[in-house]
C-alpha cells in the first residue's frame, strides 16, 4: 500500500472510530454508580493503606462512639472513653501514629462515612437525585463535618479540586452524550413571576414582563445551545421550558433565572485590618461602624473552605452593572478561573476616576450583595477593563458571564412552580416520524444499492459514516438536537446523496471517454471538486449568518447544517476516494457497472423555448403566495408565534391518550392546537392543551372534553392567555440572517462566477422559499410554525445547492467548448446534469414520501413543505436562476455586437 493511501485510511479510520465512541453513553447513567466507579481506584488503594493502622482505626471507631452517645455521665460513656485513652497510650497506637500515610486512614473512614451519609439521605427523601444526595453528604451540615471529595476522585490536569469542581466533574462524566431538545424528549417548565403591586406608578406590569422576558432568554441563550421556549403567560409571569436536564443542571437554570446581577464596586475600609482583628477577638460584642457593612469573601482552596472577613463602605461606587460591555470568563495568572469584564466608555471612566482616588487600597467586587474579590489598587486602571476572581468552575464562570452581560433584572423574581413536561410534538408524531425516517432512509439505500450497483455500496457506507460523524460532533460539542435540527440532517444527507451522485456521473462520463477505470474516478473526482465546494461553502456562508444573527431553532438548524456540511465533505471527497483507489490498488475492482436513464441519453432539451411562459407562471406563483398570506394574516401563524388559550386539567381515571384528543380535537373544528401531559412537582399528570383561538366559554369546552373522555374525570385547574414562544426578536433576527446569507451568496457566486450568476441564485432561491410556503398555506390551510421555518430553510439549502451544481456545468464548458452562443452554453450544460438532477431528486424524494405518508402531525407539514420544495427547487434551478443569467447575456450581447462593429467601421476608415 502506498505511503499517502496508508496515511489517508489511517486518518480515515481514527476520525470514523473517535467519533463514534465519542457517541457513547447514549443516555444518562446513575451518577452515584459513576461516583463509585470513578473513585474505586483511590478508594482501593486508601483501604489497603489504611491496614497498616489497625489501632489508630480502632481508636477512631471509639471516638464515634462517643459522639453518638448523648450522656457524657453514663457508665458507658466513661468505659469507652476510658477505653480509648488506653489505646492512645499503647505502643502500638504511639508507633503507627509515626508512620507515614495515615492521611489513607482519614480517608477510608471519610469514605465509610459519606457513603452512610448518601444512604440516610436517601432514605428520607426516595426522590432525591443522586448528585444532590452526594452534594448534600459531602458538604456536611451543623452537625456533620465537611468531607473533601478530592481523596477519593481526581480530576485530570488539576490537583486538590474542590467539591464543586468534582461534583462537575461526575456530572459530565455520568451524562449522556445525546441532548434532545423539548420537542423530542420533554423537559422541565419553570413558571416565573414577579409582584407586579412593587413596581412604580409610571411602570405597566406588561412592559416589564416584556423586559425581563428578554433579559431571561439572553441568560439561557449564553448557557449554551439549549434552544429554550420561552413565553408570557399572564401580565406577570412567563413560562421556561427547558429540555430536560439533571438535577444539577436544574440548579444551575434555577440560579440563573432568580439572579438579578445586580454588579456593584464598594470600597474596603482603610481601617479593615483593625476591624478584622476586633471582630475576631470578640465576634458576639462587636458592633460593625454604621457607615460600613461586614462581608465573607468565601473560597475553596485544596478541597477547604476558606473565608475572609471584610469591611466594605455602604455606599458604592458609580460603577454601574449596566455599564458593562462584556463579560467573558477566563483563566487568570494563577490558573484559575475568573470573569473577565470591558466596561464602555462611561464605565471606564468612572472606573478609572474610582481607582485613581483610591491606589493602595481594596476595592471589593460585589455580585448580588456576595463579595467575591477585593484586590488591591495598585494603579489608576484606565484600561476600562476589571476581574472577578473566586474559586469558580468553568460552567459557574460561564454562567455568571452570561447573567452578568444580559443585564440587570428591573424587578424581583420568583420560580412559583415547576413541571416536567413531555416532548411538544407529542410522542405520537416522533413515534411516526422516527419510523418514516428510517422507512426513507431504507428507500434512499436501496435506491443507491440499485441504480449505481457497488459505487452504491461505497456511497451507502459514506452516508453512514456522515450520520455517525454529525451525530458524534454534536455529542462532543453537547449541541442539543430539535426537530429543526433534524432538518439540518436531512438536508446533510441530500447533499451528502447529491456529492456521490455526482462524482459517480462524473465517472461514468469519463469511462464513456475511454478511460480506465483509475484514470477515470482521478478525473472524476477533480472535476467535481470545485462543484461540490462551491456548493458547500455557499450553504456553510449561510448557516454562519443564521448562527450569528438567528436565534433559537434557527441557530439549532444551523450548527447541525455546519457539522452536515463538514461531515458530507469528508465523506465525498476524502473517505469515498481512499476506498476507490484501496481497491483500485489491490486490483480488487476492475469495472464499475452502472445503471442509468436511457430516456436521459444524449438529450438535447430546449429549455430555452418556453422561457416566457416559465417566467410568467412563476410570477403568477409568487404573487398568488404573497396574496394567500396577506388574505390569511389572521390565521396564518401558529401557536408557536402568536400564542393563544392554554388550559390545564387534572386527571382522575386513566389519562387518555394524546392522538385520540388531538382527532377529538380536529372534529370540533380545533386543528391550530397543541396536546401534551406535564407533571407537577407533587408527581401528579397534568393535562395541557392550548389552542390559537378559543371560540366558545372554557366552562363548556372543559365540559364537553370531559364528556368525550369518560374514562378520565377531567377538572380544569388553570386557563392562560399565553404569548408567543417565538417572539418578534426571532422573527427580526430570522430576516436579518436571511438577508445577510443572501448578500454573502451573491458576493461569493459573484467572485466564483458572475455577479448575475449570484442574483439569480439569490432570486431562484427567493421564488421557492416563497412558492412552497404559498403552497402550504393555500391548499392545506397551513399555519406558520417552527417546523414550517425548519423545512423552508431545508429547501432553501437544497435549491442553492441545486442552482450551483448546474451553474459549475456552464463555468466548465465555457472553457472547454467554443463556438455556442450562450444560450446554446447553458442548454447544453443542464442537459449534462439533467440525469445527476433526476437522480438526486428521486432519492431524496423517496425520504421525503415515507415522511408525506406514514409521519402524522408536524412531521406531515414538514414533509408536504419539503415535497412542493424538492419540485420547485429543482425546476427554478433548471428553468428560473438559468433563464435570469440567460436573459442577463441576451442583452449584453447586442452591445457587443454594435461595439464589434464600429471597431471594424474605424480600422477600414483608417485603411481609406
Known amino acids: 500500500m502506498k505511503k499517502s493511501l496508508l496515511i489517508r485510511w489511517s486518518i480515515m479510520l481514527f476520525v470514523v472510530v473517535a467519533w463514534t465512541w ?12 459513576r461516583f463509585r466507579q470513578l473513585s474505586a481506584k483511590q478508594v482501593n488503594k486508601h483501604m489497603r493503606a489504611a491496614e497498616k493502622f489497625p489501632a489508630l482505626e480502632e ?18 460513656y466513661k468505659a469507652i472513653e476510658q477505653q480509648l485513652k488506653d489505646l492512645q497510650n499503647s505502643e502500638a497506637y504511639q508507633a503507627q501514629a509515626k508512620l507515614p500515610g495515615a492521611d489513607s486512614l482519614k480517608a477510608k473512614i471519610d469514605y465509610q462515612e459519606l457513603m452512610q451519609r448518601v444512604a440516610d439521605i436517601q432514605e428520607q427523601d426516595s ?161 460593625t461602624p454604621i457607615h460600613l457593612l461586614r462581608k465573607e469573601i468565601e473560597e475553596e482552596r485544596n478541597g477547604e473552605l476558606h473565608s475572609e472577613v471584610v469591611f466594605i463602605e455602604k455606599a458604592a461606587e458609580q460603577i454601574k452593572g449596566d455599564d458593562v460591555d462584556r463579560a467573558i470568563p477566563n483563566v487568570n495568572q494563577f490558573g484559575h478561573w475568573s470573569i473577565s469584564l470591558r466596561f464602555n466608555a462611561r464605565g471606564a471612566a468612572a472606573f478609572a476616576d474610582v481607582t485613581g482616588k483610591n491606589v493602595g487600597r481594596r476595592l471589593a467586587i460585589v455580585l448580588d450583595d456576595r463579595v467575591y474579590s477585593a484586590p488591591n489598587i495598585r494603579e489608576a486602571i484606565t484600561g476600562g477593563q476589571a476581574e472577578i476572581s473566586g474559586a469558580f468552575s468553568f460552567e459557574e464562570a460561564k454562567r455568571l458571564s452570561g447573567v452578568i452581560a444580559s443585564g440587570n433584572l428591573p424587578v424581583s423574581i420568583q420560580i412559583t412552580s415547576e413541571f ?31 441504480y449505481y450497483k457497488f459505487a ?143 430516456f436521459l441519453h444524449n438529450k438535447n432539451i430546449n429549455f430555452f423555448k418556453y422561457s416566457r411562459q416559465v417566467i410568467i407562471l412563476s410570477i403568477v406563483m409568487v404573487l398568488i403566495s404573497i396574496l394567500t398570506v396577506v388574505a390569511r394574516r389572521d390565521t396564518i401563524l401558529g401557536i408557536d408565534f402568536s400564542g393563544g388559550t392554554q388550559l390545564t386539567y387534572t386527571c382522575e381515571g386513566e389519562p387518555p391518550d394524546v392522538e385520540k384528543i388531538r382527532g377529538w380535537l380536529a372534529d370540533q373544528g380545533h386543528d391550530r392546537v397543541r396536546v401534551g401531559y406535564k407533571r407537577g412537582q407533587g408527581g401528579d399528570r397534568e393535562l395541557e392543551v392550548v389552542m390559537a383561538k378559543m ?18 374525570k377531567l377538572t380544569i385547574s388553570s386557563t392562560y392567555s399565553v404569548g408567543g414562544s417565538v417572539g418578534t426578536k426571532f422573527r427580526n433576527d430570522a430576516l436579518l440572517a436571511s438577508l445577510l446569507s443572501f448578500i454573502a451568496i451573491i458576493i461569493y457566486i459573484s467572485f466564483r462566477f458572475e455577479f448575475i450568476y449570484g442574483l439569480a441564485a439569490v432570486l431562484a432561491v427567493m421564488h421557492d422559499a416563497i412558492v412552497c ?140
Open 22 to 33: 465519542s457517541m457513547f453513553p447514549l443516555q444518562d447513567s446513575d451518577y452515584l454508580e
Open 59 to 76: 481508636a477512631e471507631g471509639l471516638k464515634k462512639q462517643l459522639v453518638e452517645l448523648e450522656d457524657r455521665e453514663s457508665e458507658e
Open 127 to 287: 426522590k432525591i437525585s443522586g448528585y444532590k444526595a452526594l452534594e448534600r453528604a459531602a458538604n456536611g451540615d451543623s452537625e456533620n463535618y465537611r468531607i473533601s471529595l478530592n481523596q477519593f476522585v481526581k480530576v485530570p490536569l488539576q490537583g486538590k479540586s474542590s467539591n464543586k469542581t468534582i461534583l462537575r466533574y461526575i456530572r459530565i462524566k455520568s451524562a449522556g452524550k445525546l441532548n434532545l431538545g423539548l420537542d423530542l424528549k420533554g423537559g422541565t417548565e419553570f413558571i416565573v413571576g414577579f409582584d407586579s403591586s412593587e413596581l412604580g406608578p409610571n411602570d405597566r406590569a406588561e412592559e416589564v414582563r416584556d423586559r425581563v422576558l428578554e433579559i431571561l432568554r439572553n441568560r439561557l441563550d449564553n448557557m449554551g445551545v439549549t434552544e429554550p421556549e420561552i413565553k408570557a403567560i399572564t401580565s406577570d409571569s412567563i413560562s421556561i421550558r427547558m429540555p430536560s436536564v439533571d438535577e444539577a443542571d436544574k440548579s444551575d437554570i434555577r440560579s440563573t433565572i432568580r439572579q438579578s446581577a445586580r454588579l456593584q464596586f464598594h470600597l474596603v475600609a482603610i481601617n479593615n485590618n483593625e476591624l478584622v482583628s476586633q471582630y475576631h477577638a470578640d465576634p458576639r460584642r462587636f458592633q
Open 420 to 450: 416536567g413536561t413531555e416532548p411538544s410534538l407529542g410522542i405520537d408524531s416522533i413515534q411516526n416520524g422516527a419510523v418514516a425516517g428510517m422507512l426513507g432512509l431504507f428507500l434512499v439505500i436501496v435506491m443507491m444499492l440499485w
Open 456 to 598: 452504491g455500496l461505497i456511497a451507502v457506507a459514506a452516508l453512514v459514516v456522515n450520520a455517525l460523524l454529525v451525530i458524534g460532533t454534536m455529542a462532543i460539542t453537547k449541541a442539543t438536537i430539535t426537530m429543526p435540527g433534524i432538518a439540518g440532517m436531512v438536508l446533510t444527507i441530500g447533499m451528502a446523496v447529491d456529492a456521490n451522485v455526482l462524482i459517480f456521473e462524473r465517472i461514468r462520463e469519463e469511462l464513456l471517454k475511454g478511460k480506465s477505470l483509475a484514470g477515470a474516478v482521478e478525473a472524476g473526482y477533480k472535476r467535481v471538486f470545485a462543484c461540490i465546494l462551491d456548493a458547500n461553502l455557499t450553504t456553510l456562508f449561510t448557516c454562519f449568518f443564521l448562527y450569528k444573527y438567528g436565534s433559537g431553532s434557527v441557530r439549532g438548524f444551523a450548527v447541525t447544517l455546519s457539522f452536515g456540511i463538514a461531515a458530507s465533505m469528508f465523506t465525498a471527497l476524502f473517505m469515498t476516494r481512499a476506498i476507490f483507489d484501496l481497491l483500485i490498488e489491490r486490483k480488487l475492482l476492475k469495472t464499475l457497472p452502472m445503471r442509468s436513464f436511457k
Open 695 to 712: 371560540d366558545m366559554e372554557s366552562g363548556a369546552f372543559s365540559q364537553a372534553l370531559d364528556e368525550a373522555f369518560p374514562e378520565c
Open 773 to 912: 410556503a404559498g403552497l402550504f398555506f393555500l391548499l392545506h390551510q397551513g399555519e406558520l410554525s417552527l417546523t414550517v421555518v425548519a423545512a423552508i430553510m431545508t429547501i432553501i439549502g437544497y435549491s442553492i445547492n441545486d442552482t450551483i451544481v448546474i451553474f459549475d456545468r456552464i463555468r466548465e464548458n465555457q472553457h472547454i467548448i467554443k463556438g455556442l452562443s450562450y444560450s446554446e452554453l447553458i442548454n447544453l450544460s443542464i442537459n449534462e446534469t439533467l440525469s445527476r438532477t433526476i437522480m438526486t431528486s428521486v432519492t431524496t424524494m423517496l425520504a421525503v414520501l415515507a415522511l408525506l405518508v406514514m409521519g402524522g402531525g408536524v412531521i406531515f407539514d414538514f414533509a408536504i413543505i419539503m415535497f412542493y420544495g424538492l419540485i420547485v427547487g429543482t425546476y427554478s434551478s433548471i428553468c428560473i436562476a438559468t433563464a435570469i443569467v440567460n436573459y442577463w447575456h441576451l442583452r449584453k450581447q447586442p452591445v457587443k455586437a454594435h461595439e464589434a462593429g464600429a471597431k471594424k467601421a474605424k480600422a477600414k476608415a483608417k485603411k481609406a
